[in-house]
């Protein structure tokens, strides 16, 4: 168990409200550590050993926002699905390059290739393939203002945040159940679902071309340590 203690000179810094941000920051959700006061003063932060650790990413579900990582995330997906096979590099890298920088994921490119927004299955065969047809897929993932819908792994997220948080998983649908046989969380539970809500409203919300734009212009000025 790692230790952190957060203490201030200036008694109008809230303490607690530093770690809790301390926390969010990590991506650590909020029943994941402790947060308590000391008599000195102090707000002490206790992790997990394992929370510590460098967790090693599926590259599946690995983020892709340099072009190196595009390129190879498009190598997989010719090599996975047989209907890109005709489809010029080029253009599958530039096609779904707005995709990944939308938060998506090889396995939500791969999701979305094979099933529809509403979950029914794509057509396949031999007429099923090439530029145009990798071009329609996609589209149905979009609004019809061009922008990019919240993915799969991203709508999972979402409905995973609905439930810790105690809600009925139909929220937003006519109400025919009393409020007393609803599912309520404790506080620990809904502090930690606003945790995650908010890093969700940051990340998953769906893409404006506009948000693309600006992340086409920063990507290319993104390294990684193993692409140096």
Request: net charge neutral.
């Amino acid at each position: 168990m790692a230790e952190f203690r957060i203490s201030s000179d200036d008694t109008q810094v809230d303490l607690r409200k530093m770690a809790t941000a301390l926390a969010e920051s990590q991506g650590w959700a909020r029943e994941e550590v402790g947060i308590w006061d000391n008599r000195q003063g102090e707000v002490i932060v206790t992790v997990d050993d394992a929370l510590l650790r460098k967790r090693e990413v599926d590259p599946l579900h690995r983020p892709r926002h340099t072009p190196r990582a595009v390129h190879e995330a498009c190598e997989y997906l010719r090599h996975e699905d047989p209907s890109l096979r005709r489809v010029d590099f080029r253009v599958l890298r530039e096609v779904t390059a707005r995709f990944f920088s939308a938060g998506w994921t090889v396995a939500d490119v791969l999701h979305a290739l094979a099933v529809r927004p509403d979950g029914a299955a794509w057509p396949e065969g031999p007429d099923h393939h090439g530029t145009d047809w990798l071009q329609a897929r996609l589209r149905g993932w979009r609004t019809a203002n061009g922008d990019i819908r919240p993915s799969h792994s991203q709508e999972a997220a979402q409905l995973r945040v609905i439930s810790r948080a105690g809600l009925p998983m139909d929220i937003g649908l006519p109400e025919d159940a009393e409020v007393s046989q609803r599912p309520v969380a404790s506080r620990a539970v809904a502090r930690s679902a606003a945790d995650d809500a908010r890093r969700l409203i940051r990340q998953n919300t769906r893409t404006t071309t506009d948000s693309l734009a600006l992340r086409d212009r920063t990507s290319n000025h993104i390294t990684r340590p193993d692409e140096s």
